[in-house]
Nanobody, 124 residues
Framework: QVQLVESGGGLVQTGGSLRLSCACSGGTFSDYGMGWFRQAPGKEREFVAA????????SYGNSVKGRFTISRDNAKNTVYLQMNSLKPEDTAVYSCAADRNPGLVVSTDGVDYWGKGTLVTVSS
């Protein structure tokens, strides 16, 4: 059974930075396309970032381009999300997602496994 466990969320001030991590166990991490999605209170889940199995290709949601960076370490079975220049509108539960296909997972339709999420709160 594949498990995804996020960490690194918390409270940060506007303009600050956080790095989220997602550790994968129970599967072949290096075969999976990985992504991050977020859901703010009262809003639909939103695509944040995705990375292919090799890390060679990445994609970002429009609202985070230029501020967030996704990366992965296949030796550690971990995907990361570096978040800089955080804004109050970035406040959400951030969830890690895995697609058994090795490409970019940019839609919830393509997700095979979900983490439980980690809360990021950006204060103004």
């Amino acid at each position: 059974q594949v498990q995804l466990v996020e960490s690194g969320g918390g409270l940060v001030q506007t303009g600050g930075s956080l790095r989220l991590s997602c550790a994968c166990s129970g599967g072949t991490f290096s075969d999976y396309g990985m992504g991050w999605f977020r859901q703010a209170p009262g809003k639909e889940r939103e695509f944040v970032a995705a990375i292919t199995w090799s890390g060679s290709t990445r994609s970002y949601g429009n609202s985070v381009k230029g501020r967030f960076t996704i990366s992965r370490d296949n030796a550690k079975n971990t995907v990361y999300l570096q978040m800089n220049s955080l804004k109050p509108e970035d406040t959400a539960v951030y969830s890690c997602a895995a697609d058994r296909n090795p490409g970019l997972v940019v839609s919830t339709d393509g997700v095979d496994y979900w983490g439980k999420g980690t809360l990021v709160t950006v204060s103004s």
